[in-house]
């Protein structure tokens, strides 16, 4: 039975490619900081596990915990809505702690065991964002697109060794908790000269149109590592689809 890890799968994407996955009868390890399995189907496929990937020891016992691996999904990520100016320079570390050291560490960590088995995929989730650039997202875009370099050059080395490494951009997914923990971890202190400019781009960020659903990422994350000719990005969400296809990018 192929099995999964995913990270950050207490909420959101992560929980939603976790039961995707389960669905499909894959092994699934969905591992987060404080494990529970609060929104998760019961199944006897399914084990929790710790994992902070900012804590190298985490990364190390949830790595050794797991066993053989075929597929891991870098889905942790924490957001920041915020002018550069508002934004302390100490939650910009933070946030690339998590967002692009966090990916490559777990990624390091599980390597050496694929790499001996010249198999696994290694998805890792970045953002549309990357594609257009959006005010108030200065910190957060440069730590997405920060994942998606890494990914692109990595995935030369990984192939070498019969390992696939992918990229999914999800578009804006309101439905999900990420803006309000967005907003508990990494605050919200808008300096007074942006204030009229930072909320129109909140009313315009609420606007109604095209939005991303957690199952557009789970099918897109499930099209990554199960179909060798899957494409290096794939969109995930009807208004990323579209950004794909002003960026002259394969949809297919
Ligand atoms: N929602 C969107 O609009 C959107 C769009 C494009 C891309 N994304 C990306 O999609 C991914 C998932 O986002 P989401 O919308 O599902 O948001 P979410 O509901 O806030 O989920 C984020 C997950 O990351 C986990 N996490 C945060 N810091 C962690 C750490 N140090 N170690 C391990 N896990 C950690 C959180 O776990 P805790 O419960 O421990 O905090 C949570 O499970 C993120 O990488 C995000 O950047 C989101």
């Given at each position: 039975m192929p099995r999964i890890l995913v990270t950050g799968?207490?909420?959101?994407f992560g929980r939603a490619v976790a039961a995707f996955f389960l669905d499909r009868d894959w092994e699934v390890i969905a591992t987060m900081r404080t494990p529970s399995g609060d929104g998760l189907p019961v199944s006897d496929r399914l084990r929790l596990l710790s994992l902070d990937v900012t804590d190298g020891n985490s990364i190390a016992a949830a790595v050794a915990a797991a066993g053989p691996l075929d597929a891991l999904v870098n889905n942790a990520g924490v957001g920041m809505l915020n002018v550069l100016e508002g934004a302390e320079i100490n939650r910009a570390r933070e946030l690339f702690e998590t967002n692009v050291l966090g990916t490559m560490a777990v990624t390091r960590a599980v390597m050496p065991a694929m790499r001996a088995r010249r198999s696994g995929v290694i998805v890792n989730i970045s953002s549309s964002v990357t594609l257009r650039p959006l005010p108030a997202l200065s910190i957060y875009s440069a730590s997405k697109a920060a994942v998606g370099a890494f990914t692109e050059s990595f995935a030369l080395e990984a192939a070498e060794f019969g390992v696939r490494a992918r990229l999914v951009l999800p578009g804006s997914?309101?439905?999900?908790?990420f803006g309000r923990n967005a907003v508990a971890r990494m605050g919200m202190d808008v300096p007074e000269a942006y204030g009229p400019f930072v909320q129109a781009v909140f009313r315009s960020l609420q606007s109604p149109g095209e939005k991303t659903q957690a199952l557009d990422v789970a099918q897109a994350v499930w099209r990554a590592v199960?179909?060798?000719?899957?494409?290096?990005k794939l969109p995930a969400g009807a208004d990323a689809r579209a950004w794909f296809r002003e960026a002259g990018l394969d949809t297919a």
């Amino acid at each position: 039975m192929p099995r999964i890890l995913v990270t950050g799968a207490s909420s959101g994407f992560g929980r939603a490619v976790a039961a995707f996955f389960l669905d499909r009868d894959w092994e699934v390890i969905a591992t987060m900081r404080t494990p529970s399995g609060d929104g998760l189907p019961v199944s006897d496929r399914l084990r929790l596990l710790s994992l902070d990937v900012t804590d190298g020891n985490s990364i190390a016992a949830a790595v050794a915990a797991a066993g053989p691996l075929d597929a891991l999904v870098n889905n942790a990520g924490v957001g920041m809505l915020n002018v550069l100016e508002g934004a302390e320079i100490n939650r910009a570390r933070e946030l690339f702690e998590t967002n692009v050291l966090g990916t490559m560490a777990v990624t390091r960590a599980v390597m050496p065991a694929m790499r001996a088995r010249r198999s696994g995929v290694i998805v890792n989730i970045s953002s549309s964002v990357t594609l257009r650039p959006l005010p108030a997202l200065s910190i957060y875009s440069a730590s997405k697109a920060a994942v998606g370099a890494f990914t692109e050059s990595f995935a030369l080395e990984a192939a070498e060794f019969g390992v696939r490494a992918r990229l999914v951009l999800p578009g804006s997914a309101p439905e999900t908790s990420f803006g309000r923990n967005a907003v508990a971890r990494m605050g919200m202190d808008v300096p007074e000269a942006y204030g009229p400019f930072v909320q129109a781009v909140f009313r315009s960020l609420q606007s109604p149109g095209e939005k991303t659903q957690a199952l557009d990422v789970a099918q897109a994350v499930w099209r990554a590592v199960t179909d060798p000719a899957a494409p290096m990005k794939l969109p995930a969400g009807a208004d990323a689809r579209a950004w794909f296809r002003e960026a002259g990018l394969d949809t297919a």
